[in-house]
């Protein structure tokens, strides 16, 4: 473009293109090649951002999580970190709210339940029907052995003094609400709840 | 006002990004220009004339030394015509220009406003845009660049500021919302970056090999806009009106996907 004459109006036209890139030069003349070849090797990837809460504890941080929807329609979780909007936290998270992308993504996450039979050493992976049926006997094993139909004071009390339930910060207050109405319905007495949001 | 900090991170940018040495370049050399300025302070009332006798010869001179021929050109063809300060004035108050107007008149007042501070808002008391939101709290002007505030602690994400194109005051501005039509369902805006091998959790870097891990392109789908913004907390050492500028490629993407800048920075981008 050494000896090239543009006038005013000439100029303006090439810039009604906007941005837009002719013979690799910017409407204001600058060459654009390199850049071109650079964006051309790029490998960029778009995410939306969603507003979540941190599972962990009662202080209920803002999350902003990154997604990005594969090509299958999977949608893959890039990454979470504070929200700067958040009155709550400011943009800051703990070391474990900061991980806790890995809820979704870690390779050490356990996917199925877990046993240990009385007397093993090895645990084995079971299926949900099987770890559920067995929950729910050894519940029942319990409560009947241990439940109080009468205080001391010949009082009709009808609770469970053999399980106790602990809740934690990951519930809504929904959840926790619900949690406790199926609790007290079983007759337990010792509740922790950490619900909030 | 540093310009200090500008012209050496420019120069610092230069090798990094050898793509944008030309645009750098004509950067570096119209803070020059805004380095005679000194401790001057203009009239805020008069300030299309008095840039145009003060501001306009220097910026022409460096343009024609450091531009393409293109810009060179159209900038001495604007000075000469007359026309000029009409330009400048044009700019303070918030009319469209051409691309080649835009930068003269960006290159002429830009510093002049910074240097005015709160006063800028009477340099631009001609614009009638709205005051605050979207808009600069103190001249009205559209935001440029979107910069995320940096931390000690890897683990914070730094609020978020808009800075105006126009004056360079930065104002807070929510992180979730679109800076121009203040869209903020998530699934309607899109931060477009340099692919990451792995999952982030922290914001240091991790040893990743890419170019722009600060630099991202935050869109929207609602009004098909977007904003180049520059974290601070990924490069402590960025300064966010020149890093914005070696985000061409990124920009050459963001026009690919059919998205314009809300406002496009000196060099016309
Ligand atoms: S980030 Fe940490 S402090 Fe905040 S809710 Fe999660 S666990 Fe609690
Ligand atoms: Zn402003
Ligand atoms: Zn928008």
């Known amino acids: ?197 | 006002m540093d310009l200090d900090s500008r012209r050496q991170r420019a120069w610092h940018l230069r090798e990094r990004y050898p793509f944008a040495q030309q645009m750098l370049g004509v950067y570096v050399a119209v803070v020059e220009v805004w380095g005679s300025l000194e401790n001057e302070l203009p009239p805020p009332g008069e300030l299309a004339s008095w840039a145009g006798e003060k501001m306009l010869p220097g910026v022409v001179k460096a343009t024609e030394a450091a531009a393409p021929q293109p810009l060179a050109v159209a900038t001495h063809d604007l000075a000469r015509s007359g026309r000029a300060v009409e330009v400048l004035a044009g700019w303070l108050a918030g009319q469209e220009l051409g691309p080649a107007e835009r930068f003269l008149a960006r290159a002429c007042l830009q510093a002049p406003l910074e240097a005015l501070r709160e006063e800028a808002g009477t340099a631009c008391a001609a614009d009638p845009a709205p005051r605050g939101g979207r808009h600069c709290p103190r001249c009205g002007g559209l935001p440029q660049l979107s910069i995320r505030a940096g931390a000690d602690d890897p683990l914070v994400r730094g609020q978020r500021q808009l800075s105006c194109a126009r004056c360079a005051h930065r104002w807070q501005y929510s992180a979730s919302s679109c800076p121009s039509c203040g869209e903020s369902t998530g699934a309607r805006r899109t931060v477009y970056a340099e692919k990451h091998d792995g999952p982030v959790v922290s914001r240091t870097a991790d040893g990743g090999t890419e170019l722009f891990a600060h630099l991202s392109i935050d869109a929207c789908a609602t009004c098909q806009r977007y904003l180049i913004d520059v974290d601070s907390g990924r490069d402590a050492r960025a300064v966010p009106e020149v890093d914005e500028l070696v985000a061409l490629p990124l920009d050459l993407y963001a026009n690919e996907q059919g998205l314009s800048k809300v406002t496009p920075n000196l060099m016309g981008f």
């Open chain 1, 1 to 197: 473009m050494s000896e090239v004459e543009v006038s005013r109006r000439q100029f303006l036209q090439i810039g009604a293109a906007g941005t837009g890139v002719l013979g690799g030069l910017s409407p204001l003349g600058f060459d654009l090649t390199q850049a071109i070849t650079v964006k051309q090797k790029l490998r960029i990837e778009g995410a939306t951002v969603s507003h979540s809460v941190c599972p962990y504890c009662a202080v209920g941080c803002a999350l902003l999580a990154y997604t990005k929807k594969n090509a299958d329609g999977k949608v893959e979780l890039l990454q979470i970190e504070g929200d700067p909007d958040s009155p709550v936290n400011e943009g800051r998270l703990c070391p474990k709210g900061a991980s806790a992308l890995q809820l979704a993504v870690s390779r050490r996450r356990v996917p199925s339940p877990m046993y240990r039979e009385p007397g093993a050493k090895e645990w084995k992976t079971v299926s949900w029907d099987f770890a559920l049926d067995r929950l729910a006997r050894n519940i029942k094993a319990s409560r009947d052995r241990t439940f109080v139909t009468t205080d001391a004071n010949g009082n009709l009390v009808n609770r469970c003094e053999g399980i106790a339930f602990a809740g934690g910060a990951a519930f809504s207050s929904e959840e926790g609400y619900l949690a406790t109405k199926l609790m007290r319905s079983l007759g337990y007495v010792y509740l922790e709840q950490q619900a909030r949001v």
